[in-house]
């Protein structure tokens, strides 16, 4: 029996699978990859409640759909990428290490140079798909910290666990974690 826990995200609904992510712990799986309809509407509704920026950041890869969403929304010329590895193209990078809930071990995240110094003095938004532990979202904001850049907001879709007590971060939705069994944890 497959496991899935129902969610209304930005007017959309959606079954999100329960994968174990060990023996105790189990998460929601939420991904917007090949989701136009979510993602276009997650995005809508970021974008209400985003202060005022100057240039989008996320982190490869799961949330490249929604930052390129939330820019063409608003018809931006640009928003950035922090890679997982170095690119042929990539220059002067700047760079970062971070830990995961979905990753078993330590992945660095870069920036082109070029990208680093568009941000310098800028109000650079953070977005992601899901903030859970916020390593990921500390990582990005260490990267725009070494770029000169200024962190104006902090905004996901979901936020899991411990996420959504922050009072740092606007989401959408909360999202639970769950016990092996697939029920929530309260």
């Not at 078993?104 to 990208?115: E, K």
């Amino acid at each position: 029996m497959n496991k899935a826990y129902h969610m209304t995200i930005a007017g959309c609904e959606r079954d999100l699978p329960i994968c174990p992510l060990n023996e105790n712990l189990s998460i929601g799986a939420f991904v917007i990859f090949g989701d136009c309809e979510l993602t276009r509407a997650c995005a809508a509704e970021l974008l209400k409640k985003a202060p005022e920026f100057d240039y989008i950041l996320t982190a490869e890869s799961k949330g490249i759909p929604l930052a390129y969403e939330m820019a063409r929304q608003i018809n931006a010329p640009k928003w950035m990428l922090a890679r997982k590895g170095v690119k042929l193209y990539m220059r002067d990078v700047l760079h970062v290490e971070v830990r995961s809930i979905t990753t078993d071990h330590v992945q660095n995240l870069y920036i082109d140079g070029a990208d680093a110094e568009m941000m310098k003095g800028k109000r650079i938004l953070v977005v992601d798909d899901v903030i859970s532990t916020g390593e990921s979202l500390a990582a990005l904001e260490a990267l725009v910290e070494k770029a000169g850049g200024i962190v104006c907001g902090r905004m996901a879709i979901l936020a899991e666990g411990d996420a959504q007590d922050r009072g740092d971060i606007i989401y959408l939705e909360k999202l639970p974690l769950f016990k092996p069994d697939g029920t929530p944890i309260a």
